[in-house]
């Protein structure tokens, strides 16, 4: 159960014992206002009743009454800028979060429509780029079995060898990224609570500010909302341990498209092949002996899509829940 009294003394400050309202609801409906006390008066005569006849009607429209008309002129029976609301020893405003507490209205609290943790948004990688290609090594030998290495950069070099079959492994992928978006924390919906005590009485119970917009409500004891006042709990949040991010794993990269030219004479001149850096062998026919190499291309690097790994952290925590009775 919650303990309503302690609640809004601790939240909207008012000088509550814990749950120490238990009348709010019995009285709407049962006052009969001195209007009906004028009407009794006059005689017997109904129709001769004159002014206490009038009195007596706006007795019964008062009433019977389930809730203040916000945003008029107030309250004829509170005086103008104040509406009569059932008894109760603090009252609420709600407005939306951040506005401002209207005149009569104090001690601003912002609490949540619900103790729900809203958690993280979704995390998401867009596309791979920015990697690069590391040379693969290069060899000759007479019959590509065992063939040696002489280099893994793109320069021209002299293979000091007679040998005519050449294998070019294909370059290494590095780096790459993926930019990460989304991932932060969702908002917590709050509302703006101010807090108004009586500024005097009412036929209904007690007179208090009327606001132009906003949820009008009574602050609940341990007893039930009146006839006409919704009851509706705000809970105010304590602690907020979330650590949403978005982080991507990097990309799986492959390099393609590398070319190796081989050449007849020892400064990469003379007759030329090209050999497709895969890692095969080769033996290009149209060369005799090769003397010298260099590669024409890196190739082309490419990534997979990366794979998201979101950062989530801790919850949102909640106090006690502020019960209201709230006029629709």
């Known amino acids: 159960?919650?303990?309503?009294?302690?609640?809004?003394?601790?939240?909207?400050?008012?000088?509550?014992?814990?749950?120490?309202?238990?009348?709010?609801?019995?009285?709407?409906?049962?006052s009969t206002g001195s209007g009906a006390a004028s009407a009794s008066s006059a005689g017997g005569n109904g129709a001769a009743a004159g002014s206490g006849a009038a009195s007596g009607a706006g007795a019964a429209t008062s009433s019977s009454s389930t809730g203040p008309a916000v945003g008029g002129g107030g309250d004829a029976t509170c005086g103008g800028g104040s509406v009569c609301m059932p008894p109760a020893e603090s009252y609420a405003l709600?407005?939306?979060?951040?506005?401002?507490?209207?005149?009569?209205?104090?001690?601003?609290?912002?609490l949540a429509v619900s103790s729900a943790d809203p958690g993280c948004?979704?995390?998401?990688?867009?596309?791979?780029?920015?990697?690069?290609?590391?040379?693969?090594?290069?060899?000759?030998?007479?019959?590509?079995?065992?063939?040696?290495e002489v280099g893994d950069q793109a320069n021209c070099y002299n293979t000091s060898s007679n040998y005519n079959n050449v294998r070019a492994d294909a370059p290494t992928a590095h780096g790459g990224s993926c930019p990460p978006s989304g991932g932060g924390k969702l908002p917590v919906e709050q509302r703006t609570v101010c807090r108004s005590a009586s500024n005097g009485t009412c036929d209904q119970g007690s007179c208090v500010a009327a606001p132009a917009d906003g949820e009008l409500c009574l602050v609940a004891g341990d007893g039930p909302c009146p006839d006409g006042y919704p009851m509706r709990t705000l809970f105010p949040v304590t602690g907020d341990d979330r650590d949403c991010s978005c982080l991507c794993q990097p990309p799986g990269g492959q390099c393609q498209g590398a070319e190796v030219g081989v050449y007849s004479a020892n400064d990469c001149s003379g007759t030329e092949a090209v050999i497709e850096a895969d890692g095969s062998c080769d033996n290009p026919g149209n060369i005799g002996s090769?003397?010298?190499?260099?590669?024409?291309?890196?190739?082309?690097?490419s990534g997979a899509g990366c794979q998201e790994d979101p950062q989530l952290g801790g919850p949102v925590t909640f106090g006690v829940g502020v019960v209201l009775c709230c006029a629709p």
Do not use: H, K
């Open 1 to 30: 159960m919650i303990c309503r009294g302690v609640a809004v003394a601790t939240i909207l400050g008012a000088a509550l014992s814990a749950c120490a309202l238990d009348t709010a609801g019995t009285i709407i409906g049962e």
């Open 94 to 110: 709600v407005l939306l979060e951040g506005a401002a507490c209207p005149s009569g209205w104090q001690e601003p609290a912002n």
């Open 121 to 148: 948004g979704a995390c998401s990688c867009g596309a791979p780029a920015g990697g690069s290609c590391t040379p693969g090594m290069v060899g000759f030998s007479s019959d590509c079995n065992s063939y040696f």
């Open 290 to 301: 090769l003397e010298s190499w260099q590669f024409l291309t890196m190739g082309t690097w």
